[in-house]
């Protein structure tokens, strides 16, 4: 294993936002090492990340749960940092499971914050959520907002945020980045990895690229009656490279300049259902059918950030439009009509790379490949 490169541990590391992290990062000249137990995501992500990177996969099949393990992996590829992005994020899910979402969320982060601290390594990259904020009084959202989650699923991320900060207060040898994500959409300009989500999408883009290849017949518009520009909600959607690439921001803020932080990661610019709507037309080509229904118990009408920390402490901004996200959106979904459940015929093997072993075969109990 290369020692010149320092290595981050990302759990969760082989979901949506991971795996694209894993990319900026890889790019950025670390060396991410990823743990997942692969309950939410896929093994052809690893074919893909080898593929797009070039280089072996480093990866762990195992629950952050498991403290003792998680130290292993640590002292193993000496990471002199983490990035947290296990967990459990659908909103109505967590309603119906609040204790799940607890135990996943909360006590993961737990024991990830142990087995680190067990092992001396204490910088870690939290991925939080913007509706810690609830329901904002006014937009754009500043940190310094007041917390009011509305959801069993905010209220774990506020109570990782709670841990998180205490941590910090009690160690001064602990740099913590506490990143608030908006809406993250798109996927690599690639179309090798992206949202892949199981069953009907909860969320707006997978649905519009799902009815715009002919999956599903219209997309159901919550509500027209939002006090918004055209009646329809209003969020702040971040394309996942630009979002990957705030952690590499801050992770370089950690280590570069020992402090921590909590900010938003957003464009800081707000866009409609109806905008949305009419980005994918242009950049897809494909007008998306869509009825106008009742409001979704729990939406509120408007949602973006205010993005000035971000840039003072990271200085990273977001530069990717909204037609951005729709295009890689749109290329995704095409070359992935059933997400990673679709082999890649058109792409060559992983270990057709050179000096390239083939991503990690996954065992019952896999060991990393070293
Ligand atoms: C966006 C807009 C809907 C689907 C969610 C989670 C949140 C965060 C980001 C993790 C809203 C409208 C949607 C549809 C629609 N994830 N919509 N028809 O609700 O802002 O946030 O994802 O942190 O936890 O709640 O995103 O994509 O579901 O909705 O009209 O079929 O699209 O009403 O205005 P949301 P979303």
């Avoid at 982060?109 to 509706?131: G, H, I, K, P």
């Avoid at 949602?303 to 977001?318: I, K």
Wanted: hydrophobic share 40%.
């Amino acid at each position: 294993m290369t020692l010149d490169k320092p290595s981050v541990l990302l759990t969760g590391g082989a979901g949506y936002i991971g795996s694209h992290t894993y990319v900026a990062l890889t790019e950025a000249g670390y060396r991410p090492v990823i743990l997942d137990d692969f309950s939410n995501s896929h093994p052809v992500v690893l074919d893909r990340l080898a593929h797009l990177t070039g280089q072996r996969v480093l990866c762990e099949r195992g629950d952050v749960l498991q403290t003792g393990m998680v130290a292993e992996v640590l002292k193993r590829y000496h990471c002199v940092a983490a990035v947290h992005f296990a967990g459990l994020k659908a909103v109505g899910e967590s309603v119906q499971q609040p204790l799940r979402y607890y135990h996943t969320n909360v006590s993961g982060l737990l024991s990830l914050l142990q087995a680190m601290d067990s092992v001396d390594c204490r910088s870690v990259v939290f991925s939080s959520s913007a509706t810690v904020y609830g329901d904002p009084a006014s937009v754009p959202i500043k940190e310094n907002f007041p917390c009011a989650p509305e959801s069993p699923y905010a209220r774990t991320k506020l109570a990782c945020e709670d841990m998180l900060n205490s941590l910090a207060a009690s160690n001064p040898a602990w740099r913590i980045g506490i990143l608030r994500y908006f809406n993250p959409v798109g996927a690599h300009a690639s179309g090798l990895i992206g949202e892949d989500p199981h069953g009907v999408p909860n969320n707006l883009m997978p649905y519009v690229t799902q009815v715009a290849v002919g999956m599903r017949d219209k997309l159901r518009v919550f509500g027209s009656d939002y006090p918004t520009p055209d009646g329809t909600g209003v969020r702040d959607y971040l394309h996942v490279t630009d979002l990957s690439e705030g952690h590499v921001a801050a992770l370089r803020a950690l280590i570069a300049k020992n402090q921590s932080f909590t900010v938003n990661l957003g464009t800081g610019e707000g866009i409609s259902v109806l905008g949305v709507l009419s980005a994918f037309g242009r950049a897809s080509g494909r007008p998306v059918p869509f009825e106008f229904v009742p409001r979704r118990a729990g939406d509120v009408a408007q949602y973006f950030a205010d993005v000035s920390q971000a840039q003072a402490l990271l200085g990273w901004r977001a530069t990717r439009t909204i037609e951005d996200m729709c295009r890689d959106s749109w290329h995704w979904q095409q070359k992935n009509p059933d997400g990673y459940r679709t082999s890649m015929s058109s792409m060559q093997p992983a270990s057709s790379h050179r000096n390239q072993e083939p991503a990690m075969p996954l065992q019952p109990t896999v060991a990393g490949t070293a």
